[in-house]
């Protein structure tokens, strides 16, 4: 087992353990700073990614910037080409989604939405380092996303304390953040 491999496992098991009303909690923190940030006031084009399996959640993220007028993007995988598709979304009503590839829900209908025209990416991973490298799940469909966005693109990876490591091993292909936001 490779490093990435070893921090992966340990990292997915704290998750795991997490108690789901500190996830909550600690999510809402999140949210709270998320919402203060310059990237995020200043965005009118926002890729949240829909919470799976322990991660910090963004459902309360992605209703109240729709409130706010926010046009709110969702990631859909597009298994064939490996790649992530932006999908528009206007309301988190469960006869809007569905359960995807992987497991994760995503838009029932795919509404696309050009990637050249995102201002702000949330990204989730399963650890980020010091230097706001990021480990994903290992499938690489967010590090071939943000290696085609702009230089302009702000991404934003969303973390709990305990997902932060000192440093994570990385390769060419890895596409850090330009900020964790943790609680």
């Known amino acids: 087992m490779d490093d990435k491999q070893k921090i992966r496992k340990e990292i997915l098991k704290k998750t795991k353990a997490y108690k789901e009303e500190l996830r909550l909690r600690k999510s809402l923190l999140i949210k709270n700073k998320l919402f203060k940030t310059k ?14 399996k322990g991660e ?31 999908s528009k979304i206007s309301n988190l009503f469960k006869e809007e989604l569905c359960i995807g590839s992987y497991g994760i829900e995503r838009p029932r209908k795919i509404r696309s939405f050009s990637a050249k025209d995102i201002d702000l990416v949330i990204v989730p991973a399963v650890a980020f380092d010091k230097y706001n490298n990021r480990l994903g799940r290992g499938k690489g469909y967010y590090d071939r996303f ?18 932060i490591v000192d440093r994570l091993p990385v390769n060419l292909l890895d596409q850090p953040v330009d900020r964790v936001i943790t609680a």
């Open 146 to 163: 943000l290696k085609k966005l702009s230089s302009r693109v702000k991404k934003i990876g969303l973390a709990f304390k305990f997902q």
């Open 39 to 52: 990237e995020f006031k200043e965005a009118e084009n926002i890729l949240f990614y829909l919470a799976f």
């Open 56 to 86: 910090v959640e963004t459902r309360k993220m992605i209703e109240d910037s729709l409130k706010i007028g926010k046009t709110v993007l969702v990631p859909v995988c597009d298994m064939k080409r490996k790649t992530i598709v932006p």
